[in-house]
């Protein structure tokens, strides 16, 4: 495996993936969004994200007027499809858990799409890690500490790279500022996908 950087508690993985892994990963989520589609969420103040979602797993992330939740069922109905067994692998290969994660969240980013700085809070124990796993074009991404005024570190993730985001850092607050459309070629139309594995609960 290739060495894992540190940053603000985070372990950062550049390049994990080589381009034929990236490709199969693409494949895979194809066949998610096929039988779960992107949907626009909104935020707790109403607005549209920028950020289209989907899931895979147990349990899925939804909102609607009442709020925002994870829920066993995508908005059509139909229960989220099975998390693809490479990224099942790859989240025991670096959590070293033999638990899987109940959430496989499948984040898209088109042109101008962002995320910005919240903390990941709505999951039943923050003892367990957050795995990301960054696809396609590049993203600014950007960590702080555990409250909103702490100072923040930048870094750029790009294709083919993972994050493991553990102890101290599971709290921190987080947003991905902007991402450089186009400039990676494994989307063809361009684009960012990450996929954060989570244990809900
Ligand atoms: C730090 N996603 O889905 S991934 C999210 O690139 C989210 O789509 C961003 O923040 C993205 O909630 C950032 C890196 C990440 C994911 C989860 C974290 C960093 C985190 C949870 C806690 C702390
Ligand atoms: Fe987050």
């Known amino acids: 495996m290739t060495e894992a950087q540190e940053i603000r508690g985070c372990l950062h993985w550049p390049a994990l993936l080589d381009e034929a892994a990236q490709q199969a990963l693409v494949a895979d989520l194809r066949a998610v969004v096929a ?17 289209r979602m989907t899931a895979a797993g147990r349990l899925g992330w939804v909102s609607d007027a009442s709020g925002y939740r994870y829920a066993a069922r995508h908005p ?16 025991h290969r670096l959590t070293g858990l033999d638990r ?13 799409a962002r995320m910005g700085l919240h903390q990941d809070r709505d ?18 991404f950007r960590i702080g500490g555990p409250h909103r005024r702490d100072p923040t570190s930048s870094l750029w ?10 102890g101290p850092a599971r709290l921190a607050f987080h947003g991905i500022d902007r991402t ?5 070629r494994l989307l063809p139309q361009g684009g960012r996908i990450n996929l954060t594995l989570r244990v809900v609960a």
């Open 35 to 51: 039988a779960a589609p992107l949907i626009s969420p909104v935020t707790p103040g109403g607005r549209p994200m920028s950020v």
């Open 180 to 184: 450089r459309f186009g400039s990676s």
């Open 157 to 166: 993730l790009k294709s083919g790279d993972a994050l493991l985001l553990g």
């Open 100 to 112: 899987p994660p109940d959430c496989c969240l499948v984040n898209f980013y088109g042109e101008g």
């Open 123 to 140: 999951e039943g124990d923050f003892s367990f890690p957050v795995l990301s796993i960054s696809l396609g074009d590049d993203a600014l």
């Open 76 to 91: 059509s109905g139909r229960p989220w499809p099975p998390i693809p067994a490479a990224v099942l692998t790859l989240w």
